[in-house]
């Protein structure tokens, strides 16, 4: 069974950074696509990064394009979203994703999900 457990979210002010971890508990996790998404109330869940099984190549929604990096670590089973230069729009809940598989953007295509963690950006 496949656990996805991120942590790392709180309370921010505009302009702070934070990293988000989110570990696996799953086999061969360089065998996945592994993406963050993210979800404000009263919104759909987003799309906000992938990154692909070597870690040699990800992509972002325009809006976190140079402030956010994502990363993965394949020896410790963990994905990471370094966030800077946090904004108030930021202010949602991030959830990291696993996929099988070929690369996608769509969050119907990923397999697993994590709990989520609130992240929450104060002007």
């Known amino acids: 069974q496949v656990h996805l457990v991120e942590s790392g979210g709180g309370q921010m002010q505009a302009g702070d950074s934070m990293r988000l971890p989110c570990t696996a508990s799953m086999s061969a996790f360089g065998g996945y696509i592994m993406g963050w998404f993210r979800q404000a109330p009263g919104k759909e869940r987003q799309f906000v990064s992938a990154?692909?099984?070597?870690?040699?190549?990800?992509d972002y929604i325009d809006s976190v394009k140079g402030r956010f990096t994502i990363s993965r670590d394949n020896g410790k089973n963990t994905v990471y979203l370094q966030m800077n230069n946090l904004k108030p729009e930021g202010t949602a809940a991030y959830y990291c994703?696993?996929?099988?598989?070929?690369?996608?953007?769509?969050?119907?295509?990923?397999?697993?999900w994590g709990q989520g963690t609130q992240v929450t950006v104060s002007s």
């Open positions: 990154i692909t099984f070597s870690g040699s190549s990800a």
């Open positions: 994703a696993a996929k099988r598989g070929g690369w996608s953007a769509r969050r119907e295509k990923y397999d697993y």
